[in-house]
């Protein structure tokens, strides 16, 4: 399985990218035929709060894609939100077959 992580308009640390990889592989364990997953982190213009933006398309044979996107205070935040969100897709498809 293949993680992509994008960071537009600044760079993300090797703290935010160990955290992003250990949340996606949990996501993946609990659906063996994720193949692809990237991530696009953005900070939203202007400066303020919740303005971190964290997007993740899961790429599933079968299904398809399936896309979430939240928008929090920190990084770390707005990707558990997007994790969440992308859970409940994956039980749907699942519940769906």
Do not use: C, W, Y
Not at 17 to 34: A, Q, T
Not at 60 to 73: H, L, N, T, Y
């Amino acid at each position: 399985m293949e993680v992509k992580i994008k960071a537009i308009h600044f760079d993300a640390s090797a703290k935010l990218e160990s955290f992003i990889n250990k949340k996606v592989e949990k996501l993946v364990r609990r659906n063996e035929e994720v193949e692809k997953v990237e991530v696009n982190l953005k900070v939203i213009k202007p400066e303020s709060a919740m303005n971190k933006e964290a997007g993740i398309k899961l790429v599933v044979p079968q299904v398809g894609e399936i896309f979430a996107s939240k928008v929090a205070d920190t990084f770390e935040e707005a990707i558990d939100l997007t994790i969440d969100a992308l859970e409940h897709q994956l039980e749907k498809t699942k519940k769906n077959k």
